[in-house]
């Protein structure tokens, strides 16, 4: 009996251990990855790899970091020339509009825009693309709609886009800063560019579209 309480309290602390190294870094609505996993993509984050040389931000703490992991190297080609032409471009500097980054098919958008009322701002989420979204100016707000409380609209196929209807009580709403970015998985139902308390809601953000890979 004192052996199998010994076993127990082991498999609880052990647990415990990986919710708390998930909890770190996955959003509020995925589950809890296997701790063998959340050791991988954790010793894979902070080897910066993945930066290619990147230091002007770092994840948002509601970034999918397992999906970020998987869809990384899968593709590690269009990342690279993401995170390269972020470091190597002045993106306070540069005209707002559209650049294509060299090598890829990726196009970056540098908007400078504002955040607005919620019920003005557009849910979404895309099955192809995965949205990449980095404010160097200001504070955007955002929003993660719950899965089980929203409803799918129609697929637009052409435009790459979902709609839902949402419940406002259940939806997780959190600013964006410089020094942070935010990746929009296609599980990742959001709504971007969100009123925040702030007295200044201009913001410049840049959005490049990756190629989601199943």
């Given at each position: 009996m004192k052996k199998l309480l010994v076993i127990i309290a082991a498999l609880f602390m052990a647990a415990s251990a990986n919710a708390q190294i998930c909890h770190k870094h996955k959003k509020v609505h995925t589950t809890c990855c296997k701790s063998d996993s959340c050791a991988i993509v954790e010793k894979w984050l902070d080897s910066n790899v993945w930066r290619n040389g990147f230091t002007k931000a770092s994840p948002a703490k509601q970034v999918d970091l397992m999906n970020f992991y998987h869809q990384y190297n899968k593709n590690q080609e269009q990342w690279n020339a993401l995170f390269n032409w972020l470091q190597n471009t002045d993106l306070l500097s540069i005209e707002k509009g559209k650049y294509p980054i060299e090598g890829t098919s990726l196009v970056a958008s540098v908007e400078d825009s504002s955040n607005g009322d919620l019920e003005k701002r557009r849910s979404e989420s895309h099955r192809r693309k995965i949205d990449f979204q980095y404010v160097v100016k200001g504070i955007e707000g955002f929003a993660l709609l719950d899965h089980k409380s929203s409803k799918e609209g129609k697929y637009d196929t052409k435009k790459d886009v979902i709609h839902y209807d949402y419940d406002k009580s259940k939806t997780n709403?959190?600013?964006?800063?410089?020094?942070?970015?935010?990746?929009?998985?296609?599980?990742?139902?959001?709504?971007?560019?969100?009123?925040?308390?702030?007295?200044?809601?201009?913001?410049?953000?840049?959005?490049?579209?990756?190629?989601?890979?199943?």
């Open positions: 709403f959190f600013k964006s800063v410089p020094g942070s970015f935010n990746i929009f998985f296609p599980s990742d139902w959001h709504i971007a560019k969100v009123a925040t308390e702030e007295k200044d809601q201009n913001i410049r953000v840049i959005v490049i579209k990756v190629d989601y890979k199943d």
